[in-house]
Each structure stands twice: as C-alpha cells, then as structure tokens.
C-alpha cells in the first residue's frame, strides 16, 4: 500500500477529507484508526456512510491498521490514512505503519490547548507527539485543504513551541 | 415541535435570520455552527440540545428536526451520532429557505412525520431551473 497522507483530524471522515483531499488525491481506500470507534458498530456505519462509494472504508484498531498497512495485499493501492489525534498517529508509526510524513488537518480547540493555527489546537501530550514523530523521522505539516498554505514543523519549530525535543 | 439547523460556518444562524425576518418570531428554530469544532464537541453540543438543557432541566422530550446542509459531513456525523433510536427526531438533509419556512409555517400544527415528509417535498420542489439561456 502506499499512504498517499496520513492525516490527524479530529473530525475525522468529513468533507475536508472526502470531498476536498480526495478529489486532489484519489485514493483507493480511506482507512481510519481509531480504537473507540472501530469497536462501536453503530459509529463504524455512520462514518463509513460519508466516503463515496468508489473508496473503500477501512475502520480499525490502531493495530489492526498497522497490520493493513503493513501487509503485502493489495500493493498497488493508495490508501489515506485518518487518526483523530497526534497519540494515536504516533503509535501507528511506532508500530510500523510506513508513514514518512503527517499533515495535520484539524486539532480543535479544547481546555489546554493553545492555538497554532486556527485549525490546530496543541497541548503539552500534542507537543510530545510531535516530538516523537521527530525522533521516528516523520516530517510533520500543518494544511487544512488541498490548496491551501502548507506550515512545515520541524525540531527546531516545535521546541520553540515548547516541545520537550 | 422544535428544529435545529447544523451546518457549515454561519448558514445555519443566516437562514434562521431570514426566517425570523420573513415570518417573525416564534419560527421554533435554532442553530449551530461546526466552525472550530471536534467531533466529538459537535456531537456532545447536539445532544444537550437534544435534551433541553436549560430549559425544564429535566430533559425534553418534544419532537424535534435537525437539518443539515450537507449529507456526508461533520454536521451530519455528529447529528447521527447524538440522537438514540428511542429520540423522537428526524434529520433532513440538504436544508434550504423554502424547507425552513415550511417549518415556521407548520411546526405546531403536524406530527413529526408528516411534517417532514412535506418539508422534504417543499425543499425539492424550491430546486428547479427559472430560465436563462437554453
């Protein structure tokens, strides 16, 4: 598989993405992972229902998705990764997603987090997420819809921001 | 019967507006916005409306329509989302003026279903080509 953007939103599948970066991406297979949800079957049919029909819909488990992205089938496929936040991006990349680079696309206002952008919220478990991806080698970007500024965040970005790098 | 409006940005408050403006008030609708929010947030907003929070306190249990703008995002999501299959509400997507006034006009007078049944039927027939070049 190849990951054409792993993107954290916490609005997950929404017209940003099905609309907007899947019409400039033209992927083959949305892939959420999400604990929570993937176990909730209820939730699973609600944000399946919102990808148009010609993209599959995979909802999974963190490690179910690593598993998906790691396998051999289907290897011509581009696939768009979703996480609703920065925690759960880092362990797919820690558990051997092949993810090289992160765009950030939604981190909402919330207690403690402070702006950024104003699409993306981040607090101190945030700051150390992005960290980690560092560590990891992940380049990380902040861009809301296709067309718009892309905000590079390297090391030296994010320790100014306060991340303990 | 009460009605929520949850769209993008600020179509929901702007179509309240003109309601208000052409019917007066008493149109028996509200709005939300998704501007700046999670899903999560989106969602927990539409169910303490969904309760009535704030008014009895003790929850309501009058019918109620969420419209939506657009099927398929985060409104329509987290709508989905709030309500339980014992909630007397119905979602209606694609929402528009002609929809809305339709609402003002009967919401104290229909029951739930055949409200939105001809308020699904009025905001179809509000879509229709006027003229222009052939």
Known sequence: MTVVLARVDDR?????????????????????????????????????SSVPPRIQVSILSVAE?????????????????LTGSLPEMVDLVRLGAPITRVNLGGIHFAPGKRELYPFVYLDDLDLRALCRLA??????????????REHGLGVQAIRELGGPC | MRGLVATHGGIGAELVEVVA?????????????????????LTEEIVVWLRGEGESGAGSQEPAIIFIDDYGGSCANA???????????ALVSGVNLAMLLGFATWHEELELEELVQ???????????????AS
């Open chain 1, 12 to 48: 997950l599948i929404h017209g940003q993405v099905t609309v907007g970066w899947c019409q400039q991406l033209q992927p083959d297979r949305l892939l959420l992972a999400n604990n929570a949800i993937a176990a909730d079957a209820w939730q699973c049919r609600v944000y399946a």
């Open chain 1, 65 to 81: 998705a690593v598993n998906l992205l790691k396998g051999s089938e289907a290897e011509q496929e581009k696939v768009m990764v």
């Open chain 1, 135 to 148: 560590e990891l080698g992940v380049d990380v970007f902040a861009q809301q819809v296709p067309g718009g």
């Open chain 2, 21 to 41: 403006m052409i019917m007066g008030p008493g149109t028996g609708l509200e709005s939300l916005s998704n501007h700046g929010k999670s899903a999560h947030d």
């Open chain 2, 79 to 89: 709508a989905q989302l709030a309500c339980r299959p014992s909630d007397p509400v």
């Open chain 2, 118 to 132: 001809r308020l699904v039927e009025r905001g179809r027939t509000a879509i229709t080509r006027l003229g222009g």
